[in-house]
């Protein structure tokens, strides 16, 4: 990956912090670390790859795909994003408009944010 780590403005940080905590639970990504007012999520314990901390002008929604290892999980992903109070914007399945084995899904954050967990792998 040529991207070292990734920060976004939020507006509620408890709100954002409860919200990704259980929406990237599935993708085994949790809280790594808390600098300053920013949260910073990884998967092992010495670094944080993604990143959000309030700001008082919360930027134009991003969209952020997380890579998933198998289409189970991201279906996982996206029943924990619902139930932590996403919004769907596309529900688990084939986008074959990328590629033919591109299997996403992609919820809305709280702050408007297009969130997606993806899984480039064939059907297992």
Known sequence: MIIDHIGIAISDYEKSLAFYTKALAPLELFLVM????????????????????????????????FL?????????????????????????????????NYYGAFVIDPDGHNIEAVCHSPEQ
């Not at 010495?46 to 008082?56: R, S």
């Not at 290892?69 to 084939?94: D, H, L, W």
């Open 68 to 100: 998933a290892e198998s289409r189970q999980k991201v279906g996982e992903f996206y029943t924990a994003a619902i139930k932590a109070g996403a919004t769907c914007n596309g529900e688990p399945g084939i986008r074959e408009i990328y590629h033919p």
């Open 34 to 65: 808390e600098v300053e007012g920013w949260a910073g999520f990884g998967n092992s314990k010495e670094k944080a790859e993604f990143w959000f901390g309030p700001d008082e002008k919360v930027q134009s929604p991003m969209h952020i795909a």
